[in-house]
């Protein structure tokens, strides 16, 4: 576990309200093939495919397993909102997240299961490692950046209407066009 200088616990660089989080592993030795198939099956569950956006645990921007150093090296590097123990409660109490992520960490070494959160703190804190450096290319949270989606989606909608043609005209509106025409 990284510390600050007055030897406080860091659990990753903060920017705004999210987190970043890395986390660095020795492969059990012959236990690559077995790892590489138990990570082609979390990129193949509902919420980790490529375009889904269900992750089971919601707080989570982006999360990325790295093999490396000839499948003798994991890496699990991800960004999240809110506090790390939230995060980690999160991970903990989401069952199916929960049991990819045993059938990937087994692989490693000095994994002996997730019994209950004090196992899951314990072996990620011997993993963890915090980012030298972190920056972040947008503001918002997970769920800040899903509604301003699903708002989108929304006034899309309206500007397709037949009948949007005149209520667009209002004063009001002309600062949320003149953005909408970028």
């Given at each position: 576990?990284?510390?600050?200088?007055?030897?406080?616990?860091?659990?990753?660089?903060?920017?705004?309200?999210t987190s970043?989080?890395s986390?660095?592993?020795r492969?059990?030795?012959g236990d690559?093939?077995?790892?590489?198939?138990?990570?082609?099956d979390?990129?193949?569950t509902?919420g980790?495919?490529?375009?889904?956006y269900?992750?089971a645990?919601?707080?989570?921007?982006?999360?990325?397993?790295v093999?490396?150093?000839?499948?003798?090296?994991?890496?699990?590097?991800?960004?999240?909102?809110?506090p790390w123990?939230?995060?980690?409660?999160?991970?903990?109490m989401?069952?199916?997240?929960l049991?990819?992520?045993d059938?990937?960490?087994?692989?490693t070494?000095?994994y002996?299961g997730?019994?209950?959160?004090a196992?899951v703190?314990?072996?990620?804190?011997?993993?963890?490692?915090?980012a030298?450096a972190?920056?972040?290319n947008y503001?918002g949270?997970v769920?800040?950046?899903?509604?301003?989606?699903?708002?989108?989606?929304?006034?899309?909608?309206?500007l397709?209407?037949?009948?949007?043609a005149?209520?667009?005209?209002h004063p009001a509106?002309?600062?949320?066009l003149?953005e909408?025409a970028?």
């Amino acid at each position: 576990m990284a510390t600050t200088a007055q030897g406080t616990p860091e659990h990753g660089v903060s920017v705004g309200p999210t987190s970043e989080f890395s986390l660095f592993f020795r492969v059990k030795p012959g236990d690559g093939p077995g790892l590489r198939t138990a990570l082609g099956d979390l990129q193949k569950t509902p919420g980790y495919r490529p375009g889904d956006y269900g992750m089971a645990i919601s707080s989570i921007h982006e999360a990325r397993f790295v093999l490396f150093d000839d499948d003798t090296q994991l890496a699990f590097i991800t960004s999240f909102d809110g506090p790390w123990d939230a995060y980690m409660e999160d991970f903990f109490m989401s069952g199916p997240t929960l049991a990819l992520f045993d059938a990937i960490f087994r692989h490693t070494e000095g994994y002996d299961g997730l019994p209950d959160l004090a196992a899951v703190k314990r072996f990620v804190f011997g993993a963890q490692q915090t980012a030298t450096a972190y920056a972040r290319n947008y503001g918002g949270t997970v769920k800040e950046l899903r509604k301003a989606q699903r708002v989108n989606a929304a006034f899309q909608q309206v500007l397709d209407h037949p009948d949007a043609a005149a209520a667009l005209q209002h004063p009001a509106l002309k600062p949320l066009l003149e953005e909408a025409a970028d």
